[in-house]
């Protein structure tokens, strides 16, 4: 087995090279880069350049092989490849053993790495693709002038044309250029957002070229045809002729050849420099014989085409197969090397006219991306057709699209969907399989549908966001220091409101139409929302909805200058339900005459100092019975969620190493803080490092003000004690708890009044016993009420205990549990990494005399962080793993040695500021800590015990006191 490998390698590798070798030679006669399946591979020193910009040879889409690694190989069977191998670029550096990675130097890696990267290709692609539409466009307004103006001039016309024929030409060569870097590229399993983005540009710049240029394939016909004509008749009629004159005068064999090349494709009438009765001397190559042309669109048949490729290969080659120096080098043969030249260049042209005539065909399969569906990695590895469109690459392009928020790729959104026809087209007219296509067909309604509902949706939050900004107070964003934080930037919907007719597996599509039924259910379903929010709350929700409303008319409004949609005050009465002839109430008239009935009347209470009216705080005898608040779509509110940091988070733990280790004590602190430098690699997110760092502080801003806010409310609540608590007989016990003084019976206060009424009453004369006794009920009511108000709530523990529930969505991301039960050393995905690195950030930005980052932040930062990590049990990883405190300790380790050899304290000069700051976040990280130990105890407390024998014993729970979650009263009751 492993011999008949090796035969097969030799083989390929083998046939590899004579095709490379030959294509060599056509690009250097055409300076084509080839088509998509082709690469230039260097096999002398003129070649370099081509070596060095295609390193990677596409045998197929989805395998790509190192010309190193084939020169290496071809260099036993090719002496003349063996010099070449220290010219071809290196493989990638992980496909490089470690005995040839000496070989090559580190940096000769990372250029040519950069250079066939998809990425850096890109602007290259783009610069490309402007210059080529306007190029193309200028020779196509002067060939249409040509074809509008009566009697031009001849030469001009040849101009023109020929200017026609290079441009389609350089078209074709753009065209394969860029399928081959797709081709390239499509085996990577996972894509960043730059590369998503940089490959839907260049599927939309292939695309609109091709589609350019099939719209006039009628038009340029007669010049293509024109140009080849004129460049046949001269090379048969006129160098043909000088060479039977001069060359082959005395060769009779080969001049007989060179006739035959005449007689077969010469056209004698298109000669207007020889009246009739010469051309028949003309034939035969007189010495006046070369002429001039009458420009006649008549193209040479695939059939003359072939027979004069043949008959140069016969005259060049004499028959032998074997040829040295290839088939038009020059030793040993007795053509002149100018001869032999012009030959050459013939040669190769005619393999390209026959892509060139016929246009329509070449521009399709130049523009034939459908290999993007057919070659992937996950149906490569899984070896299925069907798998989860997630998982397709048209649709990671365009939902790439929808996702980015990019306003300069919308217009290119449909442009993905366009391989889908593309491997339609494939699987039913190349593969001939109806099955494939059925899946093709399957995958695109799907994928169609979903695509639709989500464009829909960024419309909608777009021209809410809109709306919501225009409706601002403009005296507000005036007095905002970042008052562009609120507008919203423009985004190009316009394009596809005009698409009516896409074209997708040979159906026509009005997307129009469909964005206009689409939008009019998501205005009714967003008017559903509102009134079900409304109907799920109190009559002050009024004020609300009424704002919300404002919002999506002027958002309606928007949208309806693009769009014909329904008008908003249908919407809105069928959504009341009031536009029936016998509707006599609308459901919002409806709902607040209900409020007013069932709750505003009973429930609140006129104040007439304030002229407002408040609700009792009462208990109702019989609640309001009420259906929960709908779940909140932020675009069904007032638009985009603009305040979540959790996307921002995880742009920082994408930039993030996949492993961080300790810091080592023996680099010192210049060494620690270099090495904590390259794990940051955050330098290209500055703008989303301020950003998280802005969200934290305002979190840790509203806790601590909740906290003082709590310091004032237990104040009053100290003092109310005081004064009441002699007459309930209350006195304060151990942890906090309220005891009574007297186990059973009635409070001090009640006894006082009963006692006292009962001494009146036993007085015979007592005028009015009734209300004695109407007092003794007042203080066991009064009694009743100041114990009730006793135990009152914390509102910074309801605050914590909101946060943390509102962390529980976000624990798998940025908390996840050890595999093996201990502490992971090196895990650099959870929240306290993210925290970890923003603090020695910005602590070493606030050591430095010119920042200004502690005026504009402050203390709240550390705050909310460590409320964020104390929350998700992060605390003792955050103390054992945080880069500042790793840091301090080995700068403490430092100290002491250098006290104890007497060595000047130089190495610490310059980071005295710094680890300054960083023991002062320290103790403020402590005091935090331990306040949230005191006022949030965490339910469990989940460590892990090592048995005798080593083995873990995980999820250890210990018992802890009652905390917040326990003693907070429910929501509602």
């Given at each position: 087995?492993?011999?008949?490998?090796?035969?097969?390698?030799?083989?390929?590798?083998?046939?590899?090279?004579?095709?490379?070798?030959?294509?060599?030679?056509?690009?250097?006669?055409?300076?084509?880069?080839?088509?998509?399946?082709?690469?230039?591979?260097?096999?002398?020193?003129?070649?370099?350049?081509?070596?060095?910009?295609?390193?990677?040879?596409?045998?197929?889409?989805?395998?790509?092989?190192?010309?190193?690694?084939?020169?290496?190989?071809?260099?036993?069977?090719?002496?003349?490849?063996?010099?070449?191998?220290?010219?071809?670029?290196?493989?990638?550096?992980?496909?490089?053993?470690?005995?040839?990675?000496?070989?090559?130097?580190?940096?000769?890696?990372?250029?040519?790495?950069?250079?066939?990267?998809?990425?850096?290709?890109?602007?290259?692609?783009?610069?490309?693709?402007?210059?080529?539409?306007?190029?193309?466009?200028?020779?196509?307004?002067?060939?249409?002038?040509?074809?509008?103006?009566?009697?031009?001039?001849?030469?001009?016309?040849?101009?023109?044309?020929?200017?026609?024929?290079?441009?389609?030409?350089?078209?074709?060569?753009?065209?394969?250029?860029?399928?081959?870097?797709?081709?390239?590229?499509?085996?990577?399993?996972?894509?960043?957002?730059?590369?998503?983005?940089?490959?839907?540009?260049?599927?939309?710049?292939?695309?609109?070229?091709?589609?350019?240029?099939?719209?006039?394939?009628?038009?340029?016909?007669?010049?293509?045809?024109?140009?080849?004509?004129?460049?046949?008749?001269?090379?048969?009629?006129?160098?043909?002729?000088?060479?039977?004159?001069?060359?082959?005068?005395?060769?009779?064999?080969?001049?007989?050849?060179?006739?035959?090349?005449?007689?077969?494709?010469?056209?004698?009438?298109?000669?207007?420099?020889?009246?009739?009765?010469?051309?028949?001397?003309?034939?035969?190559?007189?010495?006046?014989?070369?002429?001039?042309?009458?420009?006649?669109?008549?193209?040479?048949?695939?059939?003359?085409?072939?027979?004069?490729?043949?008959?140069?290969?016969?005259?060049?080659?004499?028959?032998?197969?074997?040829?040295?120096?290839?088939?038009?080098?020059?030793?040993?043969?007795?053509?002149?090397?100018?001869?032999?030249?012009?030959?050459?260049?013939?040669?190769?042209?005619?393999?390209?006219?026959?892509?060139?005539?016929?246009?329509?065909?070449?521009?399709?399969?130049?523009?034939?991306?459908?290999?993007?569906?057919?070659?992937?990695?996950?149906?490569?590895?899984?070896?299925?057709?069907?798998?989860?469109?997630?998982?397709?690459?048209?649709?990671?392009?365009?939902?790439?699209?929808?996702?980015?928020?990019?306003?300069?790729?919308?217009?290119?959104?449909?442009?993905?969907?366009?391989?889908?026809?593309?491997?339609?087209?494939?699987?039913?007219?190349?593969?001939?399989?109806?099955?494939?296509?059925?899946?093709?067909?399957?995958?695109?309604?799907?994928?169609?549908?979903?695509?639709?509902?989500?464009?829909?949706?960024?419309?909608?939050?777009?021209?809410?966001?809109?709306?919501?900004?225009?409706?601002?107070?403009?005296?507000?964003?005036?007095?905002?220091?970042?008052?562009?934080?609120?507008?919203?930037?423009?985004?190009?919907?316009?394009?596809?409101?005009?698409?009516?007719?896409?074209?997708?597996?040979?159906?026509?599509?009005?997307?129009?139409?469909?964005?206009?039924?689409?939008?009019?259910?998501?205005?009714?379903d967003n008017l559903e929302f509102l009134f079900d929010r409304f109907e799920s709350q109190d009559l002050c929700a009024i004020v609300e909805l009424d704002k919300l409303l404002d919002?999506?008319?002027?958002?309606?409004?928007?949208l309806s200058k693009d769009l014909s949609i329904d008008s908003f005050s249908l919407m809105l009465n069928e959504m009341q339900e009031n536009i029936s002839p016998v509707s006599f109430?609308?459901?919002?008239?409806?709902?607040?005459?209900?409020?007013?009935?069932?709750?505003?009347?009973?429930?609140?209470?006129?104040?007439?100092?304030?002229?407002?009216?408040?609700?009792?705080?009462?208990?109702?005898?019989?609640?309001?019975?009420?259906?929960?608040?709908?779940?909140?779509?932020?675009?069904?509110?007032?638009?985009?969620?603009?305040?979540?940091?959790?996307?921002?988070?995880?742009?920082?733990?994408?930039?993030?190493?996949?492993?961080?280790?300790?810091?080592?004590?023996?680099?010192?602190?210049?060494?620690?803080?270099?090495?904590?430098?390259?794990?940051?690699?955050?330098?290209?997110?500055?703008?989303?490092?301020?950003?998280?760092?802005?969200?934290?502080?305002?979190?840790?801003?509203?806790?601590?003000?909740?906290?003082?806010?709590?310091?004032?409310?237990?104040?009053?609540?100290?003092?109310?004690?005081?004064?009441?608590?002699?007459?309930?007989?209350?006195?304060?016990?151990?942890?906090?708890?309220?005891?009574?003084?007297?186990?059973?019976?009635?409070?001090?206060?009640?006894?006082?009044?009963?006692?006292?009424?009962?001494?009146?009453?036993?007085?015979?004369?007592?005028?009015?016993?009734?209300?004695?006794?109407?007092?003794?009920?007042?203080?066991?009511?009064?009694?009743?009420?100041?114990?009730?108000?006793?135990?009152?709530?914390?509102?910074?523990?309801?605050?914590?205990?909101?946060?943390?529930?509102?962390?529980?969505?976000?624990?798998?991301?940025?908390?996840?549990?050890?595999?093996?039960?201990?502490?992971?050393?090196?895990?650099?995905?959870?929240?306290?990494?993210?925290?970890?690195?923003?603090?020695?950030?910005?602590?070493?930005?606030?050591?430095?005399?010119?920042?200004?980052?502690?005026?504009?932040?402050?203390?709240?930062?550390?705050?909310?962080?460590?409320?964020?990590?104390?929350?998700?049990?992060?605390?003792?990883?955050?103390?054992?793993?945080?880069?500042?405190?790793?840091?301090?300790?080995?700068?403490?380790?430092?100290?002491?040695?250098?006290?104890?050899?007497?060595?000047?304290?130089?190495?610490?000069?310059?980071?005295?500021?710094?680890?300054?700051?960083?023991?002062?976040?320290?103790?403020?990280?402590?005091?935090?800590?331990?306040?949230?130990?005191?006022?949030?105890?965490?339910?469990?407390?989940?460590?892990?015990?090592?048995?005798?024998?080593?083995?873990?014993?995980?999820?250890?729970?210990?018992?802890?006191?009652?905390?917040?979650?326990?003693?907070?009263?429910?929501?509602?009751?």
């Amino acid at each position: 087995m492993r011999e008949e490998l090796d035969d097969l390698q030799i083989f390929l590798s083998t046939r590899l090279a004579i095709l490379l070798t030959l294509h060599v030679e056509m690009s250097s006669a055409h300076s084509s880069s080839g088509f998509a399946c082709s690469c230039v591979l260097a096999t002398s020193s003129e070649k370099d350049s081509d070596v060095t910009s295609d390193p990677v040879i596409p045998a197929f889409p989805d395998l790509h092989l190192s010309s190193a690694a084939i020169l290496k190989e071809l260099s036993t069977y090719f002496q003349k490849f063996s010099a070449q191998t220290r010219l071809a670029p290196p493989s990638p550096p992980h496909e490089i053993p470690p005995r040839e990675a000496q070989e090559y130097p580190v940096q000769n890696l990372v250029f040519y790495n950069n250079i066939f990267m998809f990425f850096f290709l890109h602007d290259q692609s783009s610069a490309e693709h402007d210059d080529f539409t306007i190029r193309f466009a200028s020779a196509m307004n002067q060939l249409l002038l040509l074809k509008s103006t009566d009697g031009a001039d001849v030469e001009w016309g040849k101009e023109v044309k020929g200017n026609m024929y290079d441009m389609v030409i350089e078209g074709f060569q753009l065209l394969s250029k860029w399928t081959a870097r797709i081709g390239n590229n499509v085996v990577r399993y996972n894509y960043s957002a730059e590369e998503r983005k940089a490959l839907v540009e260049l599927v939309s710049y292939i695309k609109s070229i091709g589609s350019m240029m099939l719209r006039c394939d009628t038009l340029v016909a007669d010049a293509l045809w024109e140009t080849i004509h004129a460049e046949v008749q001269d090379f048969v009629q006129n160098t043909l002729a000088t060479m039977l004159r001069t060359t082959f005068r005395k060769k009779k064999d080969l001049s007989r050849i060179l006739s035959d090349m005449r007689t077969l494709s010469a056209d004698w009438m298109a000669n207007t420099s020889k009246p009739e009765g010469e051309l028949q001397s003309s034939q035969h190559g007189g010495e006046e014989s070369k002429g001039n042309f009458y420009p006649r669109p008549v193209a040479p048949t695939a059939a003359q085409v072939h027979c004069l490729q043949f008959l140069i290969y016969e005259v060049v080659s004499g028959g032998n197969l074997r040829k040295p120096g290839g088939l038009f080098g020059n030793s040993g043969s007795e053509i002149p090397v100018n001869d032999l030249k012009q030959l050459e260049t013939f040669f190769y042209k005619l393999s390209f006219f026959l892509h060139i005539l016929d246009y329509s065909a070449t521009v399709t399969t130049l523009t034939d991306l459908g290999f993007l569906w057919f070659r992937e990695f996950y149906l490569e590895s899984s070896r299925v057709i069907q798998f989860p469109i997630e998982c397709s690459l048209p649709w990671m392009l365009a939902d790439h699209v929808l996702e980015s928020q990019n306003a300069g790729l919308l217009e290119s959104v449909l442009i993905p969907f366009d391989i889908y026809n593309d491997s339609a087209q494939q699987a039913l007219v190349v593969m001939k399989q109806r099955f494939l296509y059925d899946e093709i067909e399957a995958e695109v309604d799907h994928g169609f549908d979903i695509f639709v509902a989500k464009l829909c949706e960024t419309i909608f939050t777009y021209y809410k966001s809109w709306a919501a900004s225009e409706l601002l107070d403009p005296s507000f964003l005036f007095a905002l220091d970042n008052g562009e934080k609120y507008s919203v930037q423009p985004m190009k919907f316009s394009a596809l409101y005009k698409m009516t007719r896409v074209k997708l597996l040979g159906r026509t599509i009005d997307l129009r139409s469909l964005i206009a039924e689409r939008m009019n259910k998501v205005f009714r379903d967003n008017l559903e929302f509102l009134f079900d929010r409304f109907e799920s709350q109190d009559l002050c929700a009024i004020v609300e909805l009424d704002k919300l409303l404002d919002i999506l008319k002027h958002a309606h409004a928007l949208l309806s200058k693009d769009l014909s949609i329904d008008s908003f005050s249908l919407m809105l009465n069928e959504m009341q339900e009031n536009i029936s002839p016998v509707s006599f109430s609308s459901r919002l008239a409806s709902q607040i005459w209900s409020e007013m009935q069932n709750d505003f009347l009973p429930n609140f209470v006129l104040c007439n100092t304030t002229q407002r009216f408040i609700r009792s705080s009462k208990v109702p005898l019989f609640p309001v019975q009420k259906p929960s608040v709908p779940y909140a779509k932020p675009n069904f509110c007032c638009g985009t969620q603009i305040t979540t940091i959790e996307p921002m988070i995880t742009g920082l733990q994408e930039a993030l190493p996949k492993s961080i280790g300790l810091l080592p004590f023996d680099s010192g602190v210049s060494g620690c803080m270099r090495i904590v430098k390259e794990h940051l690699n955050w330098g290209a997110k500055s703008e989303l490092k301020a950003e998280v760092l802005r969200g934290i502080k305002e979190i840790g801003s509203v806790l601590y003000w909740m906290g003082l806010l709590d310091i004032v409310l237990r104040e009053v609540d100290t003092t109310r004690f005081m004064q009441t608590a002699p007459w309930l007989g209350l006195v304060p016990g151990v942890d906090g708890q309220i005891l009574h003084h007297q186990d059973g019976g009635d409070s001090p206060i009640v006894n006082l009044f009963k006692s006292a009424t009962n001494a009146i009453v036993s007085i015979p004369g007592c005028p009015n016993p009734t209300s004695f006794y109407t007092m003794s009920k007042q203080a066991e009511a009064a009694d009743l009420l100041y114990k009730a108000n006793m135990n009152t709530g914390s509102v910074l523990e309801y605050a914590l205990a909101f946060t943390s529930a509102a962390l529980d969505k976000y624990c798998s991301k940025w908390s996840a549990a050890p595999k093996t039960g201990f502490v992971d050393i090196t895990t650099s995905k959870d929240f306290y990494r993210i925290y970890s690195g923003l603090q020695i950030g910005y602590l070493e930005d606030s050591g430095q005399l010119a920042s200004n980052n502690h005026e504009s932040l402050g203390d709240s930062v550390a705050w909310g962080g460590c409320t964020i990590i104390y929350l998700l049990g992060q605390q003792l990883h955050f103390e054992l793993f945080d880069f500042s405190y790793q840091v301090l300790n080995v700068a403490e380790v430092e100290a002491i040695s250098i006290v104890q050899t007497h060595k000047s304290s130089h190495l610490l000069q310059g980071w005295e500021a710094q680890i300054e700051a960083m023991k002062k976040a320290r103790r403020l990280n402590n005091h935090v800590f331990s306040m949230l130990k005191a006022r949030c105890p965490l339910e469990d407390k989940t460590a892990c015990a090592i048995k005798q024998s080593g083995a873990p014993l995980h999820r250890i729970k210990f018992e802890n006191t009652v905390s917040a979650f326990e003693t907070l009263p429910q929501r509602g009751v």
